[in-house]
């Protein structure tokens, strides 16, 4: 059966009625791209947000943390800068956190306490809230409902490309649309969230409901990939409401799994566009892991693997030291049966057993060389203990990364 899910070409946080969003360059990147973007909605939103497990929780984080825990229904906009995290900044980083909000709400002609903050750069650095609160007057006379794809460039710093997308379904009430942007490229290994991305929708929502699916759709998007197993002190994914369309899709089973099928639809495009421009990556790798004995397990036992170095670098040799995986399989901290383990590897479908019982299956060594030279690469791993599954991602790991990350302040 066809999805009823239709993805939206160059579609971004701006596709859902009721949003608008621009972008300006406020003197934060040296090269004048812009640096600031501000997103706007026409009327309130029902909002959730999942953030950072980093106990090093940066000043945006705990702004809006705060803020949605006192108004999550009544959210406007969302303004965002790239190349200050402005985290490890202390009391005055969080009083220019509130600064950045208030100047985003006065731009924009919003009440006090409607809009939230995102940013995301270098950590230690306060941030230049008259820079920024210049930028965000010069984005709030653009606004535009074109405008997501230019929000979704602004909040770039290592990423090589924007990460935009949106999907509609339809209704009986008539089109849902929900929309969404990201960044992020390095110090990606999220736990609750991954770095900064904003969803959006034209469907009525409720906080209350709105906040276990983001949790739900997070734990099977950006909580299930990996760049380099570290995780970041900003990490943010907002998801916003506006109910231009007066849909309410929680008022009927069918049409809210639906619903979340979209968010996650939208989460998960943005989560693989991420890991696929992982600092200097040159691979995907996805890694199934089944046979578990609870999804948790499953997924713990593929993020291991996906932030093993040794793993990352041997894929990108394209060397297919199978020990590595089932080793960090061992690692993960869950209990295995070495007996029961198996893993298979293919690229376009073309599987090939490289353990099983925990020993070696003698593959072919030329057919798994040439399986791991591809530049998307299918792990399975069956555990043999349940019925449980889960899905993570992951890239490899080459001298880029070391070259990109080892001069990052300077």
Same mark, same amino acid.
């Given at each position: ?12 946080? &701006? ?25 706007? %909605? ?27 825990? $006192? ?36 731009? +924009?002609? *919003? @009440? ?57 379904? $339809?209704?009986?009430?008539?089109m849902v649309t929900v929309g969404g942007i990201a960044k992020g490229a390095g110090m990606i290994h999220p736990n609750m969230a991954t770095l900064l991305a904003v ?13 276990? *699916? ?9 909580? +299930? ?24 899709? %929680? ?6 799994? &639906? ?26 790798? $996805? ?25 990352? &670098? ?20 869950? @209990? ?16 090939? &057993? ?8 003698? =593959? ?34 080459? =001298? ?9 302040? %300077?």
């Amino acid at each position: 059966m066809a999805s009823p899910i239709a993805d939206i070409p160059h579609g971004s946080v &701006t596709s859902p009625r009721g949003f608008t969003a621009a972008a300006a360059h406020a003197g934060l990147k040296p090269d004048g791209a812009p640096d600031v973007a501000l997103l706007v %909605s026409a009327t309130s939103c029902a909002t959730a947000g999942v953030f950072t497990q980093n106990a090093v929780r940066a000043a945006p984080v705990i702004y809006d943390a705060e803020l949605l825990a $006192e108004r999550p229904g009544r959210m406007r906009a969302v303004a965002m800068n790239a190349r200050v995290a402005n985290a490890c900044t202390g009391a005055p980083g969080l009083a220019a956190a509130r600064a950045m909000a208030q100047a985003a709400e006065q731009a +924009a002609g *919003l @009440p006090a306490r409607t809009a939230l903050v995102l940013s995301t750069g270098v950590i230690g650095v306060p941030l230049p809230v008259d820079q920024i609160s210049e930028g965000l007057r010069a984005a709030a006379v653009r606004l535009a409902g074109d405008g997501g794809a230019e929000a979704a460039r602004a909040i770039m710093t290592t990423d090589t490309r924007p990460k935009h997308c949106a999907v509609r379904f $339809e209704t009986p009430a008539g089109m849902v649309t929900v929309g969404g942007i990201a960044k992020g490229a390095g110090m990606i290994h999220p736990n609750m969230a991954t770095l900064l991305a904003v969803l959006t929708t034209d469907a009525v929502g409720e906080p209350a409901s709105l906040q276990p *699916l983001l949790r739900r759709v997070a734990d099977r998007s950006f909580n +299930a990939i990996s760049v380099d197993g570290d995780t970041s002190t900003n990490d943010t994914t907002l998801l916003l409401a506006g109910g231009a369309t007066g849909v309410d899709p %929680s008022r009927d089973g069918a049409l809210a799994k &639906t619903f979340e099928d979209a968010v996650l639809q939208v989460a998960r495009t943005l989560a693989l566009a991420i890991v696929s421009d992982g600092e200097g990556a040159s691979k995907l790798v $996805e890694i199934h892991v089944v046979g578990g004995v609870s999804e948790a397990a499953a997924r713990e036992i593929g993020r291991a693997i996906a932030r093993s170095a040794l793993v990352k &670098t041997a894929i990108y040799g394209a060397d297919p030291n199978w020990g590595r995986i089932l080793a960090a399989a061992g690692a993960a901290g869950v @209990p295995l049966a070495v007996e029961r383990l198996s893993l298979e590897v293919a690229a376009n479908g073309d599987w090939l &057993t490289l353990a099983t019982g925990g020993a070696t299956a003698h =593959p072919d060594t030329a057919r798994a060389h040439a399986i791991f030279q591809q530049k998307t690469i299918r792990l399975r791993v069956d555990l043999g203990l349940g019925r449980a599954e889960a899905v993570v991602w992951t890239c490899d790991l080459t =001298p880029d990364y070391v070259r990109i990350n080892a001069d990052y302040t %300077s």
